[in-house]
């Protein structure tokens, strides 16, 4: 056994003999904020499957959805709300299951929501009765959370819940608040309540200026306790390639989907998955540049003239010519199907010298498909 440390203070002290099968944790006050469990006993728990409000794109919980004004955040959540109070379907085909909505339109006036409503409904007779509005309401810490959980809690079936907008509802910013801890607090509230009630509540809010050109969820505006305490993030967004509906949350699978705005009836359609019909979109522009030009058109000329990234462009180039889409002129250069007047000697079929790198204007799409 090793000495004593000089001068320990424990030195003198007898423990004695220490039979760790007799030893038991000391007991301790129960706490009344954390419970804790074992792994052993959470395996043996039953949990109901999530409940999709919206199939692949609003579940039960908070989803925060994001967008530019006026980009049509109010018409998609509006379409969300009586597609799920009349049980029917909405972008395009997403068929919702029926329940009671309760739409708070925070930016709006009553004869503002009839004609919204009027727009989207069209010529139908009998309006839902289970379709609930409210054009103002308290704050969230000011009576605003008390006000939907005694909603959820007065008709027979509740589904979802729409705030429309943020800004309108959140509490006002403590003075001991750090901003995260402000945007954090302004929705842990609603998330709080849709986990204890199963239901679904769509927060409305914005994106801000200048986000970022790469990730769509960077553009939501305020700090990340506002995604952080949401259990799903929703941003619809729009660039020169169109429209597209971008989601990312806890226990729904990523969303990436193309969409269109239908302004005859201020409906919102799902055109697919956002890189697939982005692709079917840049061979479109590529069969119309060389349906419109003058002489077969190289890679780097399509490219210009249909403002497509190179890469894409050499890629989609190769897969046309093998699958006869476009014509080879001569090495390099293509043309329209329908445009053979315009080859100057026999279109080839690609073969295997087709695929070396060219540089300049000779660069042959097929030598880097694969880049």
């Known amino acids: 056994m090793n000495a004593p440390l000089k001068d320990d203070p424990f030195a003198d002290i007898d423990l004695g003999p220490v039979d760790l099968e007799d030893w038991t944790p000391s007991r301790a006050e129960p706490s009344a904020k954390a419970r804790f469990s074992s792994a052993y006993r959470l395996r043996q728990k039953h949990f109901e499957p999530l409940k999709y409000v919206v199939p692949g794109y609003i579940a039960e919980g908070c989803t925060l959805l994001a967008g530019r004004p006026k980009l049509g955040k109010s018409w998609l959540v509006l379409e969300m709300g009586l597609s799920v109070a009349m049980g029917e379907a909405c972008l395009g085909g997403v068929l919702c299951e029926q329940g009671d909505v309760l739409y708070l339109a925070l930016e709006d006036n009553e004869r503002r929501l009839q004609k919204r409503m009027d727009k989207v409904l069209g010529p139908l007779e009998d309006w839902p009765e289970n379709?609930?509005?409210?054009?103002?309401?308290?704050?969230?810490?000011?009576?605003?959370?008390?006000a939907i959980r005694d909603w959820i809690r007065s008709v027979r079936h509740p589904r979802l819940v729409i705030v429309d907008v943020l800004a309108m509802f959140k509490p006002v910013r403590g003075a001991a608040e750090n901003m995260y801890e402000a945007d954090y607090?302004?929705?842990?509230?609603?998330?709080?309540?849709?986990?204890?009630?199963r239901v679904a509540i769509i927060v409305v809010h914005h994106t801000r200026k200048g986000g970022s050109d790469v990730d769509p969820f960077e553009k939501v505006s305020g700090t990340l306790g506002l995604s952080g305490a949401a259990d799903t993030t929703i941003v619809l967004d729009r660039d020169s390639n169109g429209a597209t509906i971008y989601g990312r949350g806890r226990d729904i699978e990523e969303i990436e989907s193309a969409v269109e705005f239908n302004k005859g009836d201020c409906r919102w359609f799902v055109l697919g998955q956002a890189s697939e019909v982005r692709r079917t979109d840049e061979r479109s522009a590529i069969l119309e540049v060389l349906n419109d030009a003058d002489e077969p058109m190289g890679p780097r000329e399509i490219s210009i003239a249909t403002g497509a990234d190179r890469n894409n462009i050499d890629q989609l180039l190769y897969k046309m010519a093998k699958a006869g889409e476009v014509l080879k002129a001569k090495r390099g250069r293509y043309i329209h199907p329908s445009r053979t007047d315009l080859i100057?000697?026999?279109?080839?079929t690609p073969h295997k010298n087709d695929?070396?790198?060219r540089s300049g204007e000779d660069e042959d799409a097929e030598g880097s498909h694969n880049a």
Do not use: M, V, W
Request: net charge negative.
């Open 131 to 146: 379709f609930h509005y409210a054009t103002d309401c308290p704050r969230a810490n000011e009576g605003g959370i008390d």
């Open 185 to 197: 607090h302004a929705i842990k509230g609603l998330q709080a309540l849709a986990s204890e009630y």
């Open 344 to 348: 100057e000697a026999h279109a080839s």
């Open 355 to 357: 695929k070396k790198i």
